[in-house]
């Protein structure tokens, strides 16, 4: 009964909604989900016969970069390797085109996602904090929020299992605090000063 009122966009959407937190777990619920996005949009495409997209500028570029690297495949050491990752790449860009196009159609879905960024960064800022917090000179960085001890003495690891908080935070802190000021109501702002 759920399956049916869900539609291939709710679908996608609530995968999209998922995305930031995934992020922590690792590489590989991310690519499921970018993945199973990408097939939903190409369904959607292929019931719909809507390809007004196709002339975006900015479509046509990613299009063509994917072409260029097909066409240096060829020349690379290794071919196979190169041909791979090649050719995945193009998921990327049909997962841009796909919220470009489809999953976002409205401007609640843009300041949803946003705020599920900003969520996700203020936990892995709490989860660090908490880890540098609990530091010890003999042992280090003590444990996370979920009580998993760093591997590497010194480092900082967050809610992941490596030490990546800091790479993360730099790719959507401020990406999310750009959107998030974006949306913020500038009538409260003046109202209150």
Known sequence: MLLKNLSLHKISLYLLYLLPISLISGPAIPDISITLICILFIVHIINTKEFWW???????????????????????KD??????????FIRLILLSIAIYVWIIQERKHLKNLSIIFFITIIFIIADSLYQFLSYDPAMGYGKDIFGFVPKHYGRLTGPF?????????TRFFFVSILVFIYFFDKNKINSTI
């Not at 196709?54 to 495949?73: C, D, M, T, Y």
């Not at 071919?79 to 995945?88: P, R």
């Not at 299992?161 to 935070?169: K, T």
Request: charged share 15%; no cysteine; net charge neutral.
């Open 54 to 76: 196709i002339k975006e500028g900015w479509i046509k570029a990613a299009i063509l970069f994917w072409f260029s690297l097909l066409l240096i495949s060829f020349f690379a």
């Open 79 to 88: 071919k196979f390797s190169s041909f791979a990752d090649s050719i995945v």
């Open 161 to 169: 299992n490596d030490q990546v908080p800091g790479s993360h935070l």
